[in-house]
């Protein structure tokens, strides 16, 4: 039998042997997860607050999820994209519907789809709006968070996102979040797309103005420029409607899907939108090993299921609108704002206040796992499927922390 590593010896092993791109608190080290909990190598429960950016929207291990994937598992795992796949025409076929669309391209992670729908709009520039060669720009929004490829950070406005990375990809502009005008003002007959996320989730949880969405869907259409949202972190519930777009009534040229798609197990991301743009893409343009695998769709099948069968998305607007209530009430002396959509929740700390980095650390200290976004931001990101008690004994720990 394997034997049990200490916690020292793991955290000597991090130091030695993982690469440091990320700095986790070192005092929990996770090994098992069930529902809205964690458990570290000593036992100790935390309450998960962070659902790792909606990737674990179901909580740890849903059981209904859980069978689908071992059930593909044992039926099929991978099938390369060469050859049809069950399950990859019949998820494309359930997302696009889904979404109300009609196509899907399956991807894995939320980086390669936003990758993937970059080039779609490239391809749809050159053939299908006509822009001379090389020439298309796509705009994106300051403060925005993408991905962490090199194109992706080459127009991410955080300057150790995008430093030492260069050369960077050309093609790119950069307006302030929430600014229709700057948006009118940024497009050409260059403009392939606007790139733009409904609610930024690394930039801060930032809400914008009421209209926005609608103000930029109405000028994309009108010159002929693809709006395409992101909504990796934002949708599937996690905001209170199905897509943060549908607050406006808004429907994007292009969804971009990841994290919670893949049901807490599996990376499964997706580019969905119209056959006429979809189509752009010729067999070999573009491809993936492990896109759209028969595991990953079918988790993904199921996972679309449990969202609509555990009303998520009325869930998530209960609990969030009850939620951030509570977080106001609680009138604490060092919070500025708290802000966001359903269960996406930024409480904002004041100038002079705690450090939000050392406040995070504190509560996951306290049995609570949740972490900054930006400098001045705490992230509260539950799964949706979280009780009303548990987020109870979520609010009461913040309490502590914050009075
Ligand atoms: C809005 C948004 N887009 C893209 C990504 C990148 O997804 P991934 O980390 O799966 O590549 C993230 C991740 O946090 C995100 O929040």
């Known amino acids: 039998m394997e034997r049990e590593f200490t916690k020292a010896e793991l955290l000597k092993l991090y130091d030695a042997h993982v690469a440091h791109n990320y700095k986790p608190f070192s005092g929990f080290i996770g090994r098992s997860g069930k529902g809205s909990w964690v458990q570290d190598v000593s036992g100790k429960k935390y309450l998960d607050m962070l659902s790792s950016y909606s990737a674990l929207s179901f909580g740890h291990a849903h059981p209904r999820i859980l069978r689908a994937l071992i059930e593909q ?10 050859f049809y796949s069950e399950e990859k025409m019949i998820f494309s076929y359930e997302l696009a519907r889904f979404c109300g669309m009609e196509m899907s391209l399956i991807m894995n992670t939320g980086a390669e789809a936003v990758e993937t729908a970059l080039k779609l709009a490239r391809k749809w520039a050159y053939k299908k709006k006509k822009i001379k060669r090389d020439r298309a720009e796509i705009i994106v929004c300051g403060g925005n968070f993408h991905g962490r490829t090199i194109t992706i950070v080459s127009f991410s406005t955080e300057p150790q996102y995008k430093n030492n990375f260069g050369p960077h990809t050309p093609g790119f502009k950069v307006v302030p979040f929430g600014d229709v005008q700057a948006l009118k003002d940024a497009i050409t007959p260059n403009t392939a797309a606007f790139l733009v996320e409904p609610i930024q989730g690394e930039g801060g949880i930032n809400v914008p103005p009421v209209g926005y969405l609608r103000a930029c869907r109405k000028v994309c259409t009108e010159n002929n420029v693809l709006l395409m949202a992101d909504e990796i972190q934002t949708g599937l519930a996690r905001t209170g409607k199905m897509f943060a777009c549908n607050y406006e009534d808004v429907k994007p040229d292009v969804l971009i899907l990841g994290k919670a798609l893949g049901g807490g197990f599996m990376p499964v991301s997706a580019v969905v939108g119209s056959r006429e743009l979809l189509m752009t893409i010729k067999p070999a343009d573009h491809g993936s090993t492990f896109g759209g695998n028969p595991l990953g769709c079918h988790v993904a099948r199921e996972s679309l299921r449990v969202l609509v069968d555990e009303h998520l998305v009325d869930r998530a607007f209960n609990l969030g609108r009850d939620f951030m209530n509570d977080l106001k009430d ?24 705690p450090n939000a980095h050392k406040l995070s650390q504190r509560l996951v200290r306290n049995g609570m796992l949740c972490k900054e976004a930006r400098t001045d931001v705490i992230r ?11 987020l109870h004994w979520g609010l009461e720990l913040l309490k502590k922390a914050l009075l």
Do not use: H, Y
């Not at 598992?73 to 060469?82: F, T, V, Y």
């Open 330 to 353: 609680m009138r604490s002396p060092c919070v500025k704002e708290v802000r966001g959509r359903g269960l996406m929740i930024g409480v904002v700390i004041k100038e002079g206040g």
């Open 73 to 82: 598992a044992c039926r099929l795992p991978n099938l390369p994209g060469a």
């Open 380 to 390: 509260l990101a539950p799964p949706l499927t979280i009780t009303r008690e548990e």
